[in-house]
């Protein structure tokens, strides 16, 4: 019924720069936060940004000062604007959007499948 599916993921070398992008999709009333996180193989997936339907954003203490998390409403995407990457940032990225579709009165979590992020020289 929704999905999320995020692209943009690949191989970037140390101080670059990559945009991550997530697409909600299906039968959808309305869209409440939507956020990025990511996860290292072996750790807990941690939040990396979210941003509110009213603009409202949040920041892990890693990613401010070089990750931006814009959105476009009518698009019902979230993207993810990394710079200064550094190889600590490896990881797989999810979208993660609240949601609440049009047989539902209440919003509830969805993910998208994830998109690897490897920096490296």
């Known amino acids: 019924q929704v999905q999320l599916v995020e692209s943009g993921g690949g191989l970037v070398q140390p101080g670059g720069s990559l945009r991550l992008s997530c697409a909600a999709s299906?039968?959808?009333?309305?869209?409440?936060?939507m956020g990025w996180y990511r996860q290292v193989p072996g750790k807990q997936r941690e939040l990396v940004a979210v941003i509110t339907s009213g603009g409202d954003t949040n920041y892990a203490a890693s990613a401010k000062g070089r990750f931006t998390i814009p959105r476009d409403n009518a698009k019902k995407t979230v993207y993810l604007q990394m710079s200064s990457l550094s190889p600590e940032d490896t990881a797989d990225y999810y979208c993660n959007a609240a949601i609440r579709t049009f047989s539902s009165s209440s919003y509830d979590t969805y993910w998208g499948q994830g998109t690897q992020v490897t920096v490296s020289s």
């Open positions: 299906g039968n959808i009333f309305r869209i409440n936060a």
